[in-house]
């Protein structure tokens, strides 16, 4: 494959892709024969891996005008997916590499903002309940409000990958969670989070069967806040590393992306990043011990001063000039 150039490689590419997506379409609605329906797995799997420069038109080229017999298959990939999945895959490809930045976002202006200011990756995470919407904990999120946040996010059509949580009580078994990653895909995420290490593999398993890139969430995990009563640093002793780890891997084998490290003590944190095959982005794991870091843009900005986190490191201070902003024009108005 590597040798294929221009027009054959872009052929060969849509044969493979093509058949593929025969296999899966007869799996999925004619036979439903697991073999076949693995076939084709593989053989699009292959077709995604004949790699081509980053941005290349002959990606979108994939997709054909009518589908497969004179109608669009649902099972042949959009030109969205594909790109998403190519988000996925050099996301991974980033493993060990420059430190991947990523923000969290939950509107229009925002995401342009950041988009602009060169950050890869907009998390439209759940921390949406605390610093958004005025909830005390992420456990009050739902699904609605995270669709609603995801398309204001989507709509800046950032360069970034953007990412969407899976809220809390949306993701109880593979199929559900499947659902709720397909809902938040059609909102306009192209890769879903979800939190939790051995008891999610087959839930993610099932979403990235289904070409949906997820990545994972270790460590200190917010939608547990009401079991845990506090939010702890976690892999404080071996056993905690080790089980933080069993988790990673079940995670890895199951197909993530990435996988974020939250409030992993530093050793621990750097130790595991060491170890996984795919990128850690880290939150309060101290600093350059993950392959990236993410930070919940309102730490960072300084515009959610009633609760700021110890290890949030602010570059601005948004909630003073707000209040100087608004006291100023009070005070025009009034004069
Ligand atoms: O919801 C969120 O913002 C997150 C980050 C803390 C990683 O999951």
């Not at 601005?316 to 005070?331: F, K, L, M, P, S």
Request: net charge positive; hydrophobic share 45%.
């Amino acid at each position: 494959m590597r040798g294929l150039r221009g027009a054959d490689h872009d052929f060969t590419k849509i044969v493979l892709a093509k058949s593929g997506g025969v296999a899966f379409f007869s799996a999925r609605t004619a036979t439903n024969d697991p073999f076949v329906y693995r076939l084709g797995l593989q053989v699009f799997i292959l077709a995604r891996r004949v790699r081509l420069p980053y941005g290349s038109p002959s990606f979108t080229g994939l997709r054909p005008k009518r589908g497969l017999f004179g109608f669009r298959s649902a099972a042949y990939p959009t030109s969205a997916a594909v790109n998403a999945l190519q988000k996925a895959d050099l996301l991974r490809a980033r493993k060990g590499g420059r430190p991947i930045t990523a923000l969290t976002a939950y509107d229009y202006p925002t995401a342009r903002l950041l988009d602009e200011s060169g950050v890869e990756i907009l998390l439209v995470g759940d921390s949406l309940g605390m610093v958004v919407l005025g909830f005390p904990d992420t456990t009050h999120v739902t699904l609605a409000h995270m669709l609603h946040h995801v398309a204001a996010v989507a709509r800046a059509k950032p360069r970034a990958l953007v990412i969407g949580d899976l809220p809390i009580h949306t993701y109880g078994s593979p199929a559900e969670a499947l659902e709720t990653a397909r809902q938040l895909v059609a909102a306009g995420a192209e890769a879903v989070k979800l939190e939790g290490g051995i008891r999610q593999a087959e839930k993610v398993r099932a979403i990235t069967a289904a070409g949906i890139p997820v990545i994972g969430h270790l460590g200190m995990l917010p939608q547990r806040i009401l079991e845990e009563g506090a939010y702890r640093k976690k892999g404080k002793t071996p056993e905690q590393a080790g089980a933080i780890r069993e988790g990673a891997e079940a995670l890895m084998d199951a197909g993530v992306s990435a996988i974020v490290f939250e409030s992993i003590i530093p050793e621990t944190a750097r130790l595991l990043t060491r170890s996984l095959a795919v990128p850690t982005i880290g939150i309060g794991c101290g600093d350059h011990t993950c392959d990236g870091e993410v930070a919940v843009v309102t730490d960072l900005l300084g515009s959610y001063p009633w609760f700021v986190p110890p290890f949030a490191k602010p570059e601005a201070d948004i909630a003073q000039i707000t209040r100087d902003a608004v006291a100023r024009y009070v005070a025009r108005i009034r004069a």
